[in-house]
C-alpha cells in the first residue's frame, strides 16, 4: 500500500532576527533513569499479529528493512514521573528487544513511543512483547495544496475583541518565512524547529507553511491578527515528510506547551492519499496516543480533510478521532475552476461555475468529516516578502478554521476541544455534498462563539452514563427510554442533550407540576444512530432515570441505568469497584465510563479474578462529556475466556465527575444486567 502526503497548495532566506529554537530531545541517548517508586505498566495481551497494523503486516513478506513506529502501552502516570517512566520503558524495552544500534532509534520524551528501521523478521519478533500496543510504518505524509474571512463572520468576532491576543497556534508544516512583514520573528513567530534535518530551523523553503500561517493569523489579513506562532518545519522542500517527522513535532508542542508564549491550537495542512470513511484510530496508534493527550491537556488538532476529490472518506491524519477533520468550499464566485489529479479524480477535476459555500470538487468528504470552511481564493503571505493571490485546497480551509478557534479561545479561554468542535459543528451554514448525500456545517466564528456563551444554564442538572439507538453484537439492537419525575409543584422544563463525536443534539420538553414522562427511544427521537453521554437540564428539582434494552422479537431485555449528578461522580484520588463480573461462554463483561465534569480526566482500571489476582490494568481518557466503553476487557485485554467470577477496581488519576458502569450481557438472551460503580 502506497502512503504519501499531498500538498493542499502549490508553493531560503536567512534572517537576522530567528525565533526561539525548541532543544532537541531523545530519552535514549541519555542514561536510563533509575525508578524508585513501585511502578505499574499495563501489558497488552492481543496476539503478536494484532499488534501489527494491517498496511505494515501486508508489508512483512518482503526482505528489505522498514522504518517502523512502535508504540508501548501507556502508563498511567503525570508530570515528571510519567516522563521518567516513559524513558524507563522506552530503554528496558530496547534493551530486551536487542534493539541497540538499530537504524534510526529514537525515543519521544512525553509519548512511549520508539522510531527504528527493522527488518520483517524482527518486527515481528519485538510484537511479542507485552508492552507493545501497536506497531506500524513511518509513512510518508505530504502537504494538501491544491478569501473567507467574511463569509465566517470572523470580521464580526475581531470587532468584539476576538483578535487571537494570547493564543499560540502550532503549525505542523514546511515552516513559515518569518522574515515577511506579515509574520516576523519575536511576536509573531515565536519558536521554531526543523524535524525534517534540512535547515536546522523553522524557516520556509516552499510556501505551503508559510500561506498557512498567514490565513491563521498574518499581521493584517490573518483571521486572528494577534495569535503568535509555532513554526514547526515536518516537511521538506518538496513539501514531503515522514509520519516520525509529525509525532517529533506533537511531543515538543506537548511538553513545551506553557513555554513560548504557550500553545493552545494544532494545524496540520498535510495528509495521506489512503481514505478512510471512519475513525482510523486502530490503524495508527501513535498518532492517536499523541493527540489523544493533546486533547487532555485542552489543545484541539485540526487537520485538511484532504484534495484527492474522494465523497467516500477523508485522508490521514484527519481520520484520527481525536482531529477535527476540515473540508473545503469556495468564498465567492471565482469563475471557473480546474483542479489537478487525486486518488478518486485521477484526471483531475473541474467547477465549472462557482459561488460561495459551494464545495470545492477537490475537497475529501465523507461521514467521517467535520465541518467544512473557505478555500479558494485565499490571497497569503510567501516566499519573500510578496503574496500568493489564490493560495486554496483544505490547505486553506484547516488555517481558516484554526484561525477561527485562536479568536474564539481568546474570549473564552476555557473551551475544551470537544467543546470547540461541538460548537463548530452545531453553528453554521448547513451544507450538502452532492456526491455523497452528507451534511456538514461550514463553520461561523460569530455563531459558534455565541453557542458556547449564550443562554444560561437551569438550576438542576444529571447525567446518564450513555444513552444509545444502535445495533450491538449478535445483532442486538439496543436503545435507551428516559424518564423524568417533577418533584416540585409547578411545571418543569427540560432540556436533553446528548453528546456524540459528531456533535450536540438537544431536545426540550415540560412536564406538568407533580408529574412524570416517559421518553422511548430517546436517541432515535433526536435523530440519531449511535451512543453517546446524556446530560438532562431543568429548571425544576426533578428524579431522572433510564431503561437501555436489547430489543428482540421476543420483546425487550432491558437494564436499568440511574441518573448521577457530577458532584457524585469520582473525582481525583477516588478508587471504586465493579464486581459480579463474568467472561465465559455464557456471559460478557463490558465496562464503560462517562466524564461529566469540565475538564479532561484519565482512569486506571484495574482486572482482577475471583482470588484477587491482578490481571491486567489499562487506561481510560476521557474529554469533557466524552463518554468510552470497552468491550470485553476481561477477554481482549486479559485473555479471559472462562472466568466465572471477577472484579475491577477504577482509580482516577485526574479530573472528577466520572460515573460508569459494568454491562454483564447473557449471550443467549442479549439480556444486560447493571453493574453500578460503588465507592
Given at each position: 500500500m502506497k502512503h504519501f502526503f499531498v500538498f493542499f497548495i502549490f508553493f531560503s532566506y536567512f534572517s537576522l532576527c530567528e525565533p526561539l529554537k525548541i532543544p532537541k530531545q531523545n530519552?535514549?541517548?541519555?542514561?536510563?533513569?533509575?525508578?524508585?517508586?513501585?511502578?505499574?505498566?499495563?501489558?497488552n495481551f492481543r496476539s503478536a499479529e494484532e499488534k501489527i497494523v494491517p498496511p505494515l503486516l501486508m508489508k512483512l513478506n518482503q526482505m528489505e528493512p522498514i522504518k517502523v513506529i512502535i508504540t508501548l502501552v501507556d502508563p498511567p502516570y503525570e508530570g515528571t514521573l510519567r516522563k521518567e517512566v516513559i524513558a524507563y520503558m522506552e530503554h528496558k524495552f530496547v534493551e530486551r528487544n536487542g534493539l541497540y544500534?538499530?537504524?534510526?532509534?529514537?525515543?519521544?520524551?512525553?509519548?512511549?513511543?520508539?522510531?527504528?528501521?527493522l527488518s520483517p523478521e524482527k518486527i515481528r519478533e519485538i510484537a511479542k512483547d507485552p508492552w507493545v500496543l501497536g506497531i506500524e510504518e513511518d509513512i510518508k505524509l505530504k502537504a494538501t495544496r491544491n478569501e473567507g474571512g467574511a463569509l465566517t463572520q470572523s470580521d464580526k468576532l475581531r470587532e468584539q475583541g476576538g483578535r487571537g491576543k494570547g493564543i499560540g497556534v502550532a503549525v505542523l508544516d514546511t515552516g513559515i518565512n518569518y522574515n515577511h512583514p506579515e509574520l516576523p520573528a519575536?511576536?509573531?513567530?515565536?519558536?521554531?524547529?526543523?524535524?525534517?534535518?534540512?535547515?536546522?530551523?523553522?524557516?520556509?523553503?516552499?510556501g505551503h507553511g508559510t500561506a498557512s500561517a498567514g490565513i491563521i493569523a498574518g499581521l493584517s489579513g490573518g483571521m486572528a491578527p494577534e495569535a503568535h506562532l509555532w513554526a514547526l518545519k515536518v516537511l521538506d522542500s518538496e513539501g514531503s515528510g515522514d509520519l516520525s517527522y509529525s509525532l517529533q513535532a506533537l511531543n515538543d508542542v506537548y511538553d513545551f506547551r506553557e513555554d513560548y508564549g504557550g500553545v493552545h491550537i494544532v494545524n496540520m495542512s498535510l495528509g495521506t492519499t489512503d481514505i478512510y470513511d471512519s475513525n482510523c484510530d486502530s490503524i495508527y496508534p501513535a498518532m492517536t496516543t499523541v493527540m489523544q493527550k493533546l486533547n487532555s491537556v485542552n489543545i484541539p488538532i485540526i487537520i485538511a480533510s484532504g484534495n484527492e476529490g474522494c465523497s467516500n472518506g477523508v485522508g490521514f491524519p484527519s481520520c484520527i478521532s481525536y482531529a477535527l477533520s476540515v473540508g473545503a468550499v469556495y468564498d465567492a464566485n471565482i469563475g471557473g475552476a480546474s483542479f489537478g489529479e487525486g486518488k478518486c479524480t485521477p484526471n483531475g477535476c473541474t467547477d465549472s461555475t462557482t459561488s460561495a459555500d459551494k464545495i470545492a470538487c477537490y475537497s475529501n468528504s465523507g461521514n467521517r468529516l467535520d465541518v467544512f470552511a473557505p478555500s479558494h481564493c485565499a490571497r497569503t503571505p510567501t516566499l519573500g516578502t510578496g503574496y500568493e493571490d489564490c493560495f486554496g485546497g483544505t490547505s486553506a480551509a484547516a488555517p481558516y478554521t484554526s484561525g477561527v478557534a485562536a479568536q474564539i479561545i481568546s474570549?473564552?479561554?476555557q473551551t475544551t476541544p470537544s467543546e470547540l468542535k461541538n460548537a463548530l459543528k452545531s453553528t453554521g451554514k448547513p451544507i450538502t455534498d452532492s456526491r455523497n448525500g452528507v451534511t456538514r456545517k461550514r463553520i461561523d466564528a460569530l455563531e459558534a462563539y455565541q453557542y458556547l456563551t449564550g443562554g444560561t444554564t437551569p438550576t438542576y442538572s444529571q447525567w446518564l452514563a450513555v444513552a444509545t439507538h444502535a445495533e450491538g453484537s449478535g445483532g442486538s439492537q439496543w436503545r435507551t427510554d428516559v424518564g423524568v419525575v417533577n418533584r416540585e409543584n409547578s411545571p418543569a422544563n427540560f432540556e436533553f442533550y446528548l453528546y456524540t463525536s459528531s456533535g450536540i443534539l438537544k431536545g426540550t420538553a415540560s412536564v406538568s407540576a407533580n408529574g412524570s414522562a416517559i421518553y422511548p427511544?430517546?436517541?432515535?427521537?433526536?435523530?440519531?444512530?449511535?451512543?453517546?453521554?446524556?446530560?438532562?437540564?431543568s429548571d425544576k428539582n426533578?428524579?431522572?432515570?433510564?431503561?437501555?434494552?436489547?430489543?428482540?422479537?421476543?420483546?425487550?431485555?432491558?437494564q436499568f441505568?440511574?441518573?448521577?449528578?457530577?458532584?457524585?461522580?469520582?473525582?481525583?484520588?477516588?478508587?471504586?469497584?465493579?464486581?459480579q463480573l463474568t467472561e465465559n461462554s455464557s456471559f460478557r463483561t463490558n465496562i464503560?465510563?462517562?466524564?461529566?465534569?469540565?475538564?479532561?480526566?484519565d482512569l486506571t482500571v484495574y482486572l482482577y479474578n475471583s482470588s484477587g489476582t491482578l490481571l491486567t490494568s489499562y487506561n481510560v481518557s476521557l474529554i469533557p462529556r466524552e463518554y468510552k466503553q470497552e468491550l470485553q476487557p476481561f477477554k481482549n485485554k486479559a485473555g479471559q475466556t472462562n472466568m466465572a467470577s471477577g472484579y475491577a477496581k477504577v482509580k482516577v488519576n485526574y479530573g472528577s465527575g466520572i460515573i460508569g458502569y459494568a454491562s454483564v450481557v447473557d449471550n443467549k438472551t442479549g439480556d444486560g444486567t447493571t453493574i453500578p460503580l460503588k465507592k
Open positions: 530519552p535514549l541517548n541519555l542514561p536510563c533513569p533509575k525508578i524508585s517508586l513501585d511502578i505499574q505498566i499495563p501489558e544500534g538499530a537504524e534510526n532509534l529514537k525515543g519521544l520524551s512525553s509519548f512511549p513511543i520508539i522510531f527504528a528501521k519575536g511576536d509573531k513567530v515565536k519558536v521554531e524547529g526543523d524535524y525534517t534535518g534540512t535547515t536546522g530551523n523553522g524557516l520556509d523553503d516552499n474570549l473564552r479561554t427511544d430517546i436517541v432515535n427521537q433526536l435523530k440519531y444512530t449511535g451512543s453517546g453521554s446524556m446530560e438532562v437540564r426533578f428524579v431522572l432515570t433510564s431503561r437501555t434494552f436489547n430489543q428482540t422479537s421476543n420483546g425487550t431485555f432491558g441505568l440511574d441518573g448521577y449528578t457530577t458532584a457524585q461522580g469520582l473525582k481525583s484520588g477516588e478508587e471504586a469497584y465493579l464486581g464503560a465510563f462517562t466524564n461529566t465534569g469540565t475538564t479532561s480526566a
